[in-house]
């Protein structure tokens, strides 16, 4: 049985086809390049919060780039007259999850295009292989043959848009939703590690056996 080649579909499929079919392998490849990238960057900055999380157990010295950053904060918030330490404690916390915010919001850059090319990229290869279908009906009724050795290359080359635009939608969903999964619980490790930061800086280390009615 003969097959047609995948390179001479192309090189014979409608030239809006074959933009359709470039763009969507450029957003394919791009959405690979972004979570590569992405899945780094939260693999490092996971291990930043780690050690920020050590630091909020053992006060040991600041080892990484945030738990510099989180005691350049912390140093810079000084107790105001007349603030009592819990006052205090809740204006530093405030001051932390801001910057919480910040680094999450950094490393969500890129995710909006996944989610994008996730939502579209099957419309746009649906609209190649309608496109392309168009053309070879009216290639039909010029030739005036309707055999299946004249239909099917047509047909198989439009088809081929519809594939390549699910090979991009579908690895970006994956890779977006995957991303946002690994965010979430990075951003709940960091708010739950800045929070006890903040309490050893206001209260020190034996603040968790103050009974709360003796604090302020």
Same mark, same amino acid.
């Given at each position: 049985?003969?097959? !047609?080649?995948?390179?001479?579909? !192309? ?17 394919? @490849?791009?959405?690979?390049? =972004? ?12 291990? *930043? ?5 050590? *630091? ?13 950053? =989180? ?8 107790? #105001? ?6 006052? $205090? ?5 405030? &001051? @932390?999850?801001? %910057?919480?915010?910040? *680094?999450? *919001? ?6 909006? /295009?996944?989610?994008? +090319? ?7 290869? !649906? /609209? ?7 053309? &070879?009906?009216?290639? =039909? ?15 198989? %080359?439009?088809? /081929? ?6 090979? #991009?939608?579908?690895?970006?969903? =994956? ?10 619980? +990075? ?9 006890? $930061?903040?309490? @050893?800086?206001? $209260?020190?280390?034996?603040?968790? %056996? ?7």
């Amino acid at each position: 049985m003969d097959h !047609l080649p995948v390179f001479q579909l !192309l090189m014979n499929a409608d030239p809006v086809v074959k933009g359709v079919m470039l763009l969507l392998a450029c957003a394919a @490849l791009i959405c690979w390049v =972004i979570a590569c990238e992405k899945f780094a960057r939260i693999v490092a900055f996971s291990r *930043q919060v780690s050690a920020l999380e050590r *630091q909020g157990q053992s006060r040991e010295d600041g080892s990484s780039w945030l738990v510099s950053r =989180i005691q350049a904060i912390v140093d810079s918030e000084q107790v #105001a007259n007349g603030e009592t330490r819990a006052e $205090y404690s809740a204006r530093l916390e405030r &001051s @932390l999850q801001l %910057e919480t915010g910040a *680094q999450m *919001q950094r490393l969500q850059s890129g995710l909006s /295009f996944l989610a994008t +090319v996730g939502a579209t990229a099957p419309f746009v290869g !649906l /609209f190649g292989t309608v496109w392309g279908i168009m053309r &070879s009906f009216t290639g =039909i009724a010029a030739a005036k043959d309707t055999s299946l050795a004249v239909v099917a290359p047509g047909i198989a %080359e439009a088809l /081929f848009a519809t594939a390549i635009g699910l090979a #991009a939608a579908i690895p970006a969903v =994956i890779f977006y939703n995957q991303a946002n999964v690994l965010l979430g619980d +990075v951003a709940a490790r960091m708010t739950a590690a800045v929070t006890k $930061y903040a309490k @050893l800086r206001v $209260y020190g280390p034996a603040q968790d %056996e103050i009974p709360s009615s003796a604090r302020p």
